[in-house]
């Protein structure tokens, strides 16, 4: 009896994953054309004061919007530009563009941008974002780069290395769905963030279930310990912000306070209302 080869036992896997293989591709190449063809945009979603509601800035999120089937979330998009690389332009794009957009805003609000790991690990990170505040003629203080927790184990001393020149520049650092990855305590120190985002996961189960309060406990008190604010992603109801209010939580961002949208220099002149409309402004290009 001829052995069985590994590829004939795998064989019945093989069209669905050529197909996901095939939808991976194409994506990729959709992704490669996006930024010529100009389907990126950014919307902005508010951070308010716990305590007060007041404003004190704005993430800047990204979105496509592809030419045929329109709009994909970043949750699909994202990975499939981390393993081409493509993440590296995109990422360069997305600084570049917020910070020339947060210059223009009529109030001086901070703004806080996503940056990837794959981007984490580049060399010349610290370059492109000292480019991308003088280019636009931004004030370092006012950004923020927040980093995925998961982003600061695969090279951590590169990593670091980036985030003290991105740090001494006067740009600030937030972790970003604190609680979802491994982080140690020690981790948390040497890399010197300035901000802990407790990862909405959390906040989803906070009324019903001890369990994640308690997690928004711990990394409150945590926060304390370390003498970092900490920001509550998430907050969809009058209910989750009384709680964080108990708790003393500082910051908070969510559907409540306002859906990420697009925002214009008048916009900023005074405080944007909470969105519940839909976003019309899209780009038809
Ligand atoms: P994130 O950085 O944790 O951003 C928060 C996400 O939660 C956003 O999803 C936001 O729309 C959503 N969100 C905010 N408030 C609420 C709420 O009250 N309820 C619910 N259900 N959701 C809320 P979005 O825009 O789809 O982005 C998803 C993720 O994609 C981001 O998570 C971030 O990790 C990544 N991402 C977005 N833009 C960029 C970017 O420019 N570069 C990189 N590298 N990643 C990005
Ligand atoms: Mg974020
Ligand atoms: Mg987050
Ligand atoms: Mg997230």
Same mark, same amino acid.
């Given at each position: 009896?001829?052995?069985?080869?590994?590829?004939?036992?795998?064989?019945?896997?093989?069209?669905?994953?050529?197909?996901?293989?095939?939808?991976?591709?194409?994506?990729?190449?959709?992704?490669?054309?996006?930024?010529?063809? /100009?389907?990126?945009? +950014?919307?902005?979603?508010?951070?308010?004061?716990?305590? @007060?509601?007041?404003?004190? &800035? !704005?993430?800047? *999120?990204?979105?496509?919007?592809?030419?045929?089937?329109?709009?994909?979330?970043?949750?699909?998009?994202?990975?499939?530009?981390?393993?081409?690389?493509?993440?590296?332009?995109?990422?360069?794009?997305?600084?570049?563009?917020?910070?020339?957009?947060?210059?223009?805003?009529?109030?001086?609000?901070?703004?806080?941008?996503?940056?990837?790991?794959?981007?984490?690990?580049?060399?010349?990170?610290?370059?492109?974002?000292?480019?991308?505040?003088?280019?636009?003629?931004?004030?370092?203080?006012?950004?923020?780069?927040?980093?995925?927790?998961?982003?600061?184990?695969?090279?951590?001393?590169?990593?670091?290395? /980036?985030?003290?020149? +991105?740090?001494?520049?006067?740009?600030?650092?937030?972790? @970003?769905?604190?609680?979802? &990855? !491994?982080?140690? *305590?020690?981790?948390?120190?040497?890399?010197?963030?300035?901000?802990?985002?407790?990862?909405?996961?959390?906040?989803?189960?906070?009324?019903?279930?001890?369990?994640?309060?308690?997690?928004?406990?711990?990394?409150?008190?945590?926060?304390?310990?370390?003498?970092?604010?900490?920001?509550?992603?998430?907050?969809?109801?009058?209910?989750?912000?009384?709680?964080?209010?108990?708790?003393?939580?500082?910051?908070?961002?969510?559907?409540?306070?306002?859906?990420?949208?697009?925002?214009?220099?008048?916009?900023?002149?005074?405080?944007?209302?909470?969105?519940?409309?839909?976003?019309?402004?899209?780009?038809?290009?």
């Amino acid at each position: 009896r001829a052995k069985a080869s590994p590829l004939r036992s795998w064989s019945r896997f093989l069209p669905e994953m050529d197909e996901e293989m095939r939808e991976r591709r194409s994506l990729q190449a959709d992704l490669r054309l996006a930024m010529d063809r /100009n389907e990126f945009d +950014i919307v902005y979603q508010v951070q308010c004061a716990v305590s @007060d509601g007041r404003v004190l &800035g !704005y993430e800047a *999120l990204l979105r496509w919007n592809h030419a045929t089937l329109g709009e994909i979330p970043p949750t699909e998009f994202i990975g499939p530009a981390e393993e081409s690389g493509l993440i590296l332009p995109i990422g360069e794009w997305v600084l570049r563009r917020v910070c020339r957009e947060a210059a223009s805003w009529a109030n001086p609000y901070k703004v806080a941008v996503n940056v990837s790991p794959v981007q984490l690990v580049q060399p010349n990170l610290p370059d492109i974002v000292t480019e991308a505040l003088l280019d636009a003629g931004l004030s370092p203080s006012r950004l923020e780069i927040e980093i995925t927790e998961s982003a600061i184990i695969s090279d951590k001393l590169r990593a670091l290395h /980036n985030l003290r020149r +991105i740090k001494n520049l006067g740009v600030s650092v937030a972790i @970003d769905d604190f609680g979802t &990855g !491994y982080s140690s *305590l020690d981790t948390l120190s040497s890399f010197a963030f300035d901000k802990i985002k407790i990862d909405r996961s959390f906040l989803m189960g906070v009324k019903k279930d001890s369990h994640s309060r308690n997690i928004v406990k711990a990394v409150l008190g945590l926060g304390r310990s370390l003498n970092l604010p900490v920001l509550a992603e998430g907050v969809e109801t009058e209910e989750d912000l009384e709680l964080l209010r108990q708790e003393n939580c500082h910051e908070a961002q969510g559907y409540l306070f306002g859906r990420p949208q697009k925002l214009s220099s008048s916009d900023l002149a005074s405080h944007p209302q909470a969105d519940d409309t839909e976003p019309d402004q899209r780009k038809s290009a």
